[in-house]
Each structure stands twice: as structure tokens, then as C-alpha cells.
């Protein structure tokens, strides 16, 4: 079985494991020029884009990256996704706008793409029923979705992120737990603290309790 390079003392042995069979899978049913990795600078797709890059599997490297910008970007996630294309030297392509109409851009520029890697967890919304591997709907464009962190949980995340000391968004360390753009996200309320004096800060993600119910309490 391949191995992932001195990785997950953290996470569940099971979790690490089934990762590197959907990986595996994915590499066996679609050439690494078949996919690519959706990328938004969060804090999963980060461990997603880690993983696969120290995963020691033929042709992995290989997996393009794409960048899917919002309209209304953080300076913060910008500035990351250009520390990312240098920690990882890789090329990250941008493609902005909504998540359907970036697909449909990103398939009318590349048409032998014919599947995207997710970082999408099952605590995610819509994510319930999702599978590991699982064709979009109608009125998309047609991909099929790869999601090989699905029984990941948040703990689980901010686990690998700190134990591997992975980078990621400086938002986290100011109290976003699920970062949108700036017109959808403000930092998640149960991490407020306010001082005698009044002064308001906000604790770090990966201090949240309950981290998945309430990880998108900052979203507006």
C-alpha cells in the first residue's frame, strides 16, 4: 500500500488510510491531467492540497491546482494562495466568480478535465449523503467529484494542520472558522471574548468546542 510520508500520528489511522485509497482510486481511473484540486485557501482544501502533495504516489504532484477566487475576496486569502504557490512551488491557475460558473469556465478552458478533488467534509452542507465518489448534478458541468476527507472532522483538520505545521490563513488566528468572502463571513461568535475594558477579540479556530456544529456561525 503506498505511504504518505512520515504523516497522521494525529489522525485516526482508518481516516489516513482511506484517504490513500481514494486517492489511489482516483489516480487509477483518471490520468493526473484528468483532475485538478479545487482550491479556495481554507483551512480543508489546505490539508487536501498537503496531503496530495507529499502523498508518495505516482503522478500525484501532477494534479492541477485552481484557485476558485469569490467576487469579494480577503486580502488574507489572497496573500495565502500566493504563500501556497511558493511553500509548494506549484502553479495555482485563478478562476473567479460562483463555484458553477467557475466549473463551467474551467471546463470550457481545459475540456479533458473530467473530474475535481474536494476538500468537502460530511458536516459540510449538502455534504450528508455525499459519496467518495459522486457525479455533480443535472445543470452542472459534468465532473465527477472525488471528496477523500468526507469523515474528516474539524478536530481532525486543525490536528493535522498544527501537528505538520502546515500553513494556512492568517483569518484562523482572528477568529474565522469558515471563511466565504468578505460579504458572507464574520468572525465566529462563540470565539468573541471582550475584556472589563470592553476591547473585543476573538480566540483561534482551532480552539473552537463543538468545532463542526458550529464551525459556520461565522457565515452570514
Known amino acids: 500500500m503506498p505511504q504518505i510520508c512520515t504523516l497522521l500520528p494525529l489522525i485516526p489511522f482508518l481516516r489516513s488510510h482511506r484517504f490513500l485509497q481514494i486517492i489511489t482510486q482516483a489516480l487509477d481511473r483518471y490520468r493526473a491531467d484528468e483532475m485538478f484540486i479545487s482550491f479556495n485557501g481554507g483551512k ?14 505516482k503522478d500525484a504532484k501532477r494534479i492541477k491546482c485552481i484557485y476558485v477566487r469569490p467576487l469579494n475576496p480577503f486580502s488574507e486569502i489572497e496573500e495565502f494562495v500566493e504563500r501556497c504557490r511558493q ?7 485563478t478562476v473567479d466568480g460562483g463555484i ?22 460530511r458536516s459540510d452542507p449538502y455534504c450528508e449523503r455525499l459519496a467518495s465518489f459522486q457525479e455533480t448534478d443535472p445543470g452542472w458541468p459534468r465532473l465527477m467529484r472525488i471528496n477523500p476527507l468526507l469523515e ?29 468572502d468578505r460579504t458572507n463571513t464574520i468572525p465566529t461568535p462563540p470565539l468573541k471574548v471582550e475584556t472589563d475594558s470592553g476591547e473585543v477579540t476573538y480566540l483561534a479556530a482551532y480552539t473552537l468546542q463543538d468545532a463542526d456544529r458550529y464551525e459556520r456561525a461565522g457565515r452570514v
Not at 44 to 57: F, K
Not at 102 to 114: G, V, W
Not at 158 to 178: K, M, N, Q
Open 100 to 121: 458553477k460558473e467557475a466549473l463551467e469556465q474551467i471546463c470550457r478552458t481545459d475540456p479533458q478535465l473530467k473530474a475535481c478533488i474536494m476538500g468537502s467534509r
Open 44 to 57: 480543508d482544501c489546505t490539508v487536501l492540497l498537503d496531503l496530495i502533495h507529499n502523498a508518495n504516489l
Open 87 to 93: 511553500h509548494y512551488d506549484i502553479t495555482i491557475s
Open 152 to 180: 474528516w472532522t474539524c478536530e481532525d483538520i486543525w490536528s493535522y494542520i498544527r501537528e505538520h505545521d502546515v500553513p494556512y490563513c492568517a483569518l484562523y488566528d482572528r477568529g474565522y472558522t469558515s471563511i466565504g
